[in-house]
């Protein structure tokens, strides 16, 4: 069972920084598999990457996700007051696995 | 416009069961696979069970396995999650989730608002 870490636990930015967000991998992941979702309070977690750097539709185009192998990471350049959120990485494929989040929180 | 509305939840005391469904809108539910995640108070997500189009392939974490059952009415458009010998560790926000390719084991692109669980004597 392949497990997902995330660090830092909580990223305090101020709007205008860039946030850099990790997800590692216990085993490596061939097919780089990966999501990222973006959860607020009260609110169901919302899908912005697949396949590790694939955005979905909609989403804008400050959020980008990179890596492969073990090591994944999700950045998000100039940070607007509504991103600052709990994130979420996942693998899927042929299991579903989430990491534990990272809480973004202003600074 | 996709729709995943979730109800059955509630206060069940350990031991118990409870019945969770999820009625779908806005999409061809026959063509997708569907998902059971959960969300405990202040903690992350967990990914609980999955069931194909058709509902002939069932998934399950290994924490619920053998004690809940994924089944789906694709007549009605209906997801369902029965859930017996309840633990006080099963309290959580049940999400219904789809996938957005349709395809089981893919990322969900779209989630419902959830229904709280809480198991408490």
């Known amino acids: 069972e392949i497990v997902l870490t995330q660090s830092p636990g909580t990223l305090s930015l101020s709007p205008g920084e860039r946030a850099t967000l990790s997800c590692r991998a216990s085993q490596s992941m061939r097919n780089n598999y990966l999501a990222w979702y973006q959860q607020k309070p009260g609110q169901p977690p919302r899908l912005l990457i697949y396949s590790a750097s694939s955005r979905v539709t909609g989403i804008p185009d400050r959020f980008s996700g990179s890596g492969s192998g073990t090591d994944f990471t999700l950045t998000i350049s100039r940070l607007e007051p509504g991103d600052f959120a709990v994130y979420y990485c996942q693998l899927y494929g042929s299991s579903f696995s989430f990491g534990q989040g990272t809480k973004l929180e202003i600074k | 416009e996709v729709q995943l509305v979730e109800s059955g939840g509630g206060l069940v005391q350990p031991g118990g069961s409870l019945r969770l469904s999820c009625a779908a809108s806005g999409f061809t539910f026959d063509n997708s696979a569907m998902n059971w995640v959960r969300q405990a108070p202040g903690k992350g997500l967990e990914w609980v069970s999955g069931?194909?189009?058709?509902?002939?392939?069932?998934y399950y974490a290994d924490s619920v396995k053998g004690r809940f059952t994924i089944s789906r009415d694709n007549s009605k458009n209906t997801l369902h999650l029965q859930m017996t010998s309840l633990r006080v560790d099963d309290t959580a926000v049940y999400f219904c989730?789809?996938?957005?390719?349709?395809?089981?084991?893919?990322?969900?692109?779209?989630w419902g608002q959830g229904t709280p669980v809480t198991v408490s004597s």
């Open positions: 989730a789809k996938p957005g390719s349709g395809r089981s084991f893919t990322p969900f692109d779209f």
């Open positions: 069931i194909s189009d058709s509902g002939g392939d069932t």
